[in-house]
């Protein structure tokens, strides 16, 4: 069987839709599933080289206007790259609500194969954060509409949490939807050297860190973690605040911690090479901490699992599903006063910490990536032996030309 990936994002850009793609395409292989994805393409800093991952098609792309890490892939070329590519393939996944949307349906309707669609963004939050010259109310509306549409042009769903397919339903979306987290791939346990991390931020092996990682973007929370932070010194004066990872975000909390004189003790890392830094940087992490409330899983929190960082987070929407009872997570209401006091707790008591975190790594493992392969080719293939009169979806009433 073989399947088209449509992404209008892929590394290096990082994030958790970069990581879900890699994550199944490689699962997927054991599945006897062959996927070709066509992605943007990326220059400048950003540029890497893609020869260890086969069938990768880039199209050239633009920088978004006002967010330097993403690229908007040139419809023409485009729909070029998807018509010239030879040989037959059995389903269509797209992976983002963009071009790669329209594109991946205009494909799909012209070979009569089935199309496919994982909702890995929960848009109603991220066109506020975005729009926010728009009422929250409207924004809102329209987000909706527009998830409505797009559902409607597929003639199957992924949502990564039962949350998120609670949320869709709730939309009214009809189009069957199946839940299907990534899960964490084997290379996501391999041991991090915490020591080695520290030893080269030039941070100290006893001083209390805590740790955020992942995309700096308004819709993360991330500002709300540095308050707690700010409470988090009344009591634990030495500790430091790491947050990973780069985004839009950026220059507005750098602009909190300057205001919040806590300069010394907020250390941004920027990003971090997958296979190894950031590794280290979980592993080096005293409490992990978490409150986004926009994540469709919050794969992330698993790594951080894996690496034996004790978390601490609020559960909202997709992260509902990971943080159960047994995860070894301390769940907290996103209340400063609240989250502050555990994390006090988690950085002052050696036996909890080590017992969280013997908890999350038993955890993490039971999301095994391969398993959740297994079910996405059961899905392919279910799709592929539907009646053909099925298959083909209301064209979309958007259009690039």
Same mark, same amino acid.
């Given at each position: 069987m073989r399947v088209l990936f449509i992404s209008d994002v892929y590394f290096p850009r990082v994030n958790g839709v970069s990581t879900s793609i890699r994550t199944f395409r490689q699962d997927l292989i054991g599945c006897g599933v062959e996927t070709r994805l066509v992605a943007p393409r990326y220059g400048g800093p950003q540029a890497a080289t893609t020869a260890d991952e086969p069938d990768i098609v880039r199209v050239p792309a633009a920088v978004v206007p006002r967010d330097p890490e993403d690229r908007r892939? &040139?419809?023409?070329? !485009?729909?070029?790259? +998807?018509?010239?590519?030879?040989? *037959?393939?059995?389903v269509v996944h797209i992976h983002t609500p963009f071009l790669a949307h329209y594109a991946g349906v205009r494909r799909a309707r012209r070979d009569h194969i089935p199309c496919v669609a994982t909702y890995h963004t929960f848009f109603e939050e991220y066109l506020h954060h975005y729009l926010p010259a728009l009422p929250r109310a409207l924004s809102r509306l329209l987000a909706r509409s527009f998830t409505r549409s797009q559902c409607r042009a597929v003639q199957a769903l992924i949502a990564p949490s039962e949350p998120m397919r609670a949320v869709l339903s709730a939309y009214g979306v009809a189009t069957p939807i199946h839940v299907v987290p990534t899960g964490l791939a084997a290379d996501r346990f391999h041991s991090g050297d915490g020591r080695a991390f520290r030893a080269q931020a030039g941070i100290a092996a006893e001083r209390p860190l805590v740790t955020y990682i992942g995309r700096v973007a308004h819709e993360k929370n991330i500002g709300f973690l540095i308050q707690v932070f700010r409470e988090v010194l009344k009591s634990v004066p030495e500790a430091l605040l790491m947050i990973a990872g780069e985004g839009p975000a950026r220059g507005a909390l750098q602009a909190q911690v300057a205001a919040q004189g806590l300069q010394r003790h907020v250390h941004f890392a920027g990003y971090l090479a997958r296979d190894g830094a950031l590794l280290d940087c979980y592993a080096a992490a005293d409490v992990f901490v978490f409150a986004s409330r926009t994540e469709?899983?919050?794969?992330? !929190? +698993? @790594?951080?699992? #894996?690496?034996? #960082?004790?978390?601490?987070?609020? *559960? @909202?929407?997709?992260?509902?599903?990971?943080?159960?009872?047994?995860?070894?997570? +301390?769940?907290?209401?996103?209340? /400063?006063?609240?989250? #502050?006091?555990?994390?006090?707790?988690?950085? /002052?008591?050696?036996?909890?910490?080590?017992?969280?975190?013997?908890?999350?790594?038993? =955890? *993490?493992?039971?999301?095994?990536? #391969?398993?959740? &392969?297994?079910? !996405? *080719?059961?899905? =392919? /293939? @279910?799709?592929?032996?539907?009646?053909?009169?099925? /298959?083909?979806?209301a064209r979309p009433r958007r259009s690039f030309r």
């Open positions: 892939m &040139a419809w023409g070329a !485009l729909q070029r790259t +998807l018509d010239g590519m030879r040989g *037959a393939f059995d469709t899983q919050g794969l992330v !929190l +698993l @790594e951080a699992m #894996a690496q034996g #960082a004790p978390v601490v987070s609020t *559960a @909202e929407l997709g992260t509902r599903s990971i943080l159960v009872p047994g995860s070894g997570a +301390l769940v907290v209401p996103e209340e /400063r006063d609240a989250f #502050a006091t555990a994390v006090v707790r988690v950085l /002052r008591d050696a036996g909890l910490r080590e017992g969280m975190a013997t908890r999350g790594r038993a =955890y *993490a493992r039971s999301w095994s990536s #391969a398993a959740m &392969a297994r079910r !996405l *080719a059961d899905i =392919y /293939r @279910e799709l592929r032996l539907a009646p053909r009169a099925t /298959r083909v979806a």
